[in-house]
C-alpha cells in the first residue's frame, strides 16, 4: 500500500480552545486506488491531507507513505519525502503566472536541483499529451481555461513519479460538467501510474469513479465502500 494512516488523532489549539480536528482516524489507500473523502467545510479533510502529506505532524498515531512511516521524520527529512513521494492537486491550480504549461512540469526538475535534459523535456510533453494539453504546452496560466490549468496541475503533479497524490477540491472552481472530467482523468492517470490517490471533497456528485468513498464529520473517518 502506498498511505496507511493508523489511529491518527490531530488536536489544535491551546487550552480552552483546543480542537480535535482528527479523531483517531484510520485508512489505506493502495497503489492505483483514487479514495474520496467526502465532508462539510470544518469536517476534517483539510487536517487529514495536511497530515498525510507532512505539512503537520499528527498529536498520536502513524502516517505511512510508500513504506516510510512519515509522522515522526525531522522537518528536513519531510521536505525530501514531500519532494520525492508526494505529488499535490490544489482547489486553485496554484500554476506559476510567468511560466508555460511546459515550463510548469520543468520547475519540478529545478527543483531537485538540476537542469532539465531533452528526456525531462519529453517525459513533461507526454504527460501533457495524457491530460490532453498537448497543444497549449507553450501557454501561461492567464490564456488556459480553468479547466485546462487544472489538467496542467495533474500533469505538474505526476511529473516527479510521487506514489501519493493528494488532491483538494479539484473542482470547487468548475462547473459540474468539467468537474467531473478532470475526476475521471485523475482516476485515469492515477491507476495507469499507479499512484495512491487521495482525494478530499464537499460535492458527492464527483464519486462515481473513486475506488473508495469515505465519509469525515467532526473529525471522525467513516468508509461507505
Known amino acids: 500500500m502506498s498511505l496507511s494512516v493508523q489511529s491518527v488523532t490531530l488536536e489544535l489549539g491551546d487550552g480552552d480552545q483546543k ?21 462539510p467545510s470544518g469536517a476534517g479533510k483539510s487536517s487529514l491531507l495536511a497530515v498525510c502529506g507532512g505539512l503537520r505532524p499528527p498529536t498520536s498515531g502513524e502516517i505511512t507513505v510508500a513504506g516510510q512511516v512519515i509522522s515522526s521524520l525531522s522537518p528536513a527529512a519531510l521536505t525530501k519525502v514531500r519532494r520525492d513521494l508526494i505529488g499535490f492537486v490544489f482547489q486553485q491550480s496554484n500554476l506559476v503566472p510567468a511560466l ?52 496542467v496541475g495533474i500533469a505538474r503533479a505526476l511529473m516527479s513519479e510521487p506514489k501519493l497524490l493528494l488532491v483538494d477540491e479539484p473542482t470547487s472552481m468548475l462547473d459540474q460538467e468539467r468537474g ?16 495512491a490517490t487521495l482525494m478530499v471533497t464537499h460535492d458527492q456528485t464527483m464519486l462515481a469513479s473513486a475506488s473508495t468513498v469515505m465519509h469525515i464529520r467532526d473529525g471522525k473517518l467513516i468508509q461507505e465502500r
Open 19 to 39: 480542537i480535535r480536528a482528527l479523531d483517531n482516524v484510520s485508512a489505506t489507500v493502495l497503489s492505483g486506488e483514487l479514495a474520496a473523502v467526502l465532508g
Open 100 to 151: 508555460t504549461a511546459l515550463e510548469q512540469l520543468l520547475l519540478l526538475v529545478h527543483l531537485k536541483g538540476r537542469r532539465p535534459k531533452a528526456a525531462d523535456r519529453e517525459r513533461g510533453m507526454a504527460l501533457l499529451d495524457e491530460v490532453g494539453m498537448t497543444q497549449r504546452a507553450d501557454r501561461r496560466p492567464d490564456q488556459l481555461s480553468g479547466g485546462e490549468r487544472q489538467r
Open 180 to 195: 467531473h472530467a478532470i475526476v475521471e482523468l485523475l482516476a485515469e492517470r492515477c491507476h495507469q501510474h499507479q499512484v
